[in-house]
């Protein structure tokens, strides 16, 4: 489930500059420089790792699944990425597990029934995310964290990679949760190394935040005219009413309200609680929606992830 790690081995640790130079000689293509206060940097490439050593410390940049399995098609378990840590500090000729994260993804890839792009527009907006739909992949940002879903064949492709003989007519989605930065305070640990990776209490906590975060997304169920129910004008519109708060979402929509709330659009404070009363009231008619059925088909299979991960 791990792919991209992004690791720091701080100089703390210890290392001296001759040290410094039989780590560069680990790497390809190299090159090194020596500022005006003799200072050594090395920067080079270990695989696909992108390696800059300094007096500071060791910053590795990259995916880790890349690096021990040369491609990032499959992503590491817990006991994968131990034996991965084991080879990069083997080659770099320091204790990796003691470096500390500062980015992880937790991705699954999962063979759909139809292209993965036809299931973007079901996911609505997630609370806290801007949401941003490309061609090929959906995203959901904030300060903190990316969680995106996109189509791995064509990224494949695009890369030029050669893509695994078992996906030859396949259509691949990839769910992935990144945690971009501050990554000891997201998960509440002081001490936040790389030894957590295949730690069995931190890989259930990830696991179950990269779930907890898909639930978060709003689905957007289909919309069907109740045609036995349209009587009048009036019944139509209602009708649409819930077709737009669908369509928009219920997220936007009630961040929309507060927005009015802080302009004072309204003369009586309480017509704001009374808009989002209405609202709630609006879709509670279910009537006229139906369980989508490729947000069914994704449901199932993140949710059978989850069942099987202990």
């Known amino acids: ?12 640790y210890g290392f001296n500059h001759k040290e410094i130079n039989t780590i560069g000689q680990c790497l390809a293509t190299s090159d090194s420089y020596t ?22 410390g060791v910053s590795c940049k990259g995916s880790l699944a890349k690096y021990f399995l040369s491609d990032n098609f499959q992503t590491l378990n817990k006991s994968d990425s131990k034996r991965a840590l084991e080879k990069l500090s083997d080659e770099l000729h320091i204790s990796m597990f003691l470096a500390e994260l500062k980015r992880v993804d937790f991705a699954q890839n999962y063979i759909m029934n139809h292209p993965p792009e036809t299931y973007y527009t079901s996911l609505g907006d997630s609370q806290h995310y801007q949401r941003l739909i490309q061609p090929k992949s959906l995203y959901y940002s904030n300060t903190k964290r990316t969680k995106l879903f996109y189509n791995k064949i064509a990224e494949g492709k695009s890369k030029g990679e050669l893509l695994p003989a078992i996906w030859k007519g396949k259509n691949i989605l990839r769910y992935e949760l990144r945690f971009l930065n501050r990554l000891s305070k997201q ?10 990776l295949f730690d069995d209490r931190f890989y259930i906590s990830i696991f179950d935040r990269w ?11 289909k919309f069907n005219f ?4 349209m009587n009048s004008p009036k019944d139509f519109w209602k009708q649409l009413e819930l077709l737009a708060i669908h369509t928009i979402g219920k997220d936007k929509i009630m961040d929309e309200i507060e927005n009015l709330r802080r302009q004072n659009a309204f003369d009586k404070p309480e017509y704001y609680s009374r808009i989002k009363k209405d609202v709630k009231a609006i879709l509670s008619s279910s009537k006229h929606t139906e369980q989508d059925e490729l947000i069914t088909e994704l449901d199932k299979k993140i949710k059978a992830s989850k069942t099987h991960y202990r």
């Open 1 to 12: 489930m791990y792919d991209s790690v992004n690791l720091w081995y701080p100089a703390k």
């Open 35 to 56: 500022n005006s206060f003799g200072q050594l940097t090395i920067n080079g490439h270990l695989k696909n790792y992108k390696v800059r050593i300094s007096e500071k």
């Open 187 to 196: 998960f509440a640990e002081s001490e936040f190394i790389a030894s957590k």
């Open 211 to 221: 779930y907890n975060e898909y639930k978060e997304i709003t689905k957007l169920n």
């Open 226 to 229: 109740n045609t036995e129910n």
